[in-house]
């Protein structure tokens, strides 16, 4: 089985802190660091692009899990990964031609993963899988933290799993949006080795973010 994995999301940390914030992650457990970067336009929401990535790089030497909500993407990916990204995840609705702009994230030396909304089937990326590094599956509709985690998306979960295994490959799978002290068990025993949470880890326990992380990590 693979390790646990947690990915905390700055999404929900304090935006005139950040560099201690990253600071107070990285000495509390965290595994990477997920930036959320959102557009206004793939979805409702407005958040933070290159250049704070850039700044935010000297804070932390975790891996930093890049997020990209944006439309269209594959013009942009190189800014990311310029800016210090290490892993570089899209939505398949946010470009024109999935497997071009996979194989622009590895030419440039980062992983790739690729994220599933809720409603996105598995068979999109079926023929990617043995390419990718990473599923990303969605359990809230992208766009804006503390939302209620979707139960449904469990099952593409396992279904992955199971191909992943079938087919002998390697690729993590991660989960995003919702994971609270409950449903972090449901999302690992489905197969899920890299949980994001943002809302939990930063305001659960009056903030105690190495607590929080133990706990989700905890199943
Ligand atoms: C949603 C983002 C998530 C989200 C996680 O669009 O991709 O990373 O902010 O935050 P919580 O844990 O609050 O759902
Ligand atoms: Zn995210």
Redo the contacts with the bound molecule.
């Keep these: 089985m693979k390790k646990i994995k947690i990915s905390p999301?700055i999404?929900?940390a304090d935006f005139s802190q950040l560099g201690n914030e990253i600071k107070r992650l990285e000495e509390g457990g965290a595994d990477m660091i997920?930036v959320?970067v959102?557009d206004g336009h793939f979805?409702p929401n407005l958040t933070m692009g290159p250049p704070i990535i850039k700044a935010l790089r000297q804070h932390t030497k975790l891996p930093f899990d890049v997020?990209l909500?944006i439309s269209p993407v594959h013009k942009y990916i190189k800014d990311y990964a310029d800016a210090g990204a290490d892993i570089i995840t899209i939505h398949p609705e946010a470009t024109k031609d999935l497997k071009s702009s996979t194989e622009h994230i590895k030419s440039l030396n980062k992983k790739v993963g690729i994220s599933l909304n809720p409603e996105t089937k598995i068979s999109l990326i079926t023929d990617l899988l043995n390419e990718i590094d990473l599923v990303l599956i969605?359990s809230?509709n992208?766009?804006?933290?503390?939302?209620k985690f979707m139960p449904e998306v469990l099952e593409k979960i396992k279904e992955l799993k199971e191909m992943r295994d079938q087919k002998n490959l390697d690729f993590d799978i991660e989960i995003?949006?919702?994971?609270n002290f409950d449903n972090n068990k449901l999302a690992i025993e489905a197969g899920a080795n890299i949980l994001?949470?943002?809302?939990?880890?930063f305001k659960n326990n009056n903030g105690d973010i190495k607590k929080n992380i133990d706990l989700l990590k905890s199943s």
Excluded at 142 to 147: A, H, L, S, T, V
Excluded at 176 to 179: A, E, P, T
């Design positions: 999301s999404l929900s997920h959320d959102m979805v997020h909500m969605m809230v992208p766009g804006f933290g503390g939302q995003d949006g919702g994971i994001v949470s943002g809302t939990t880890i």
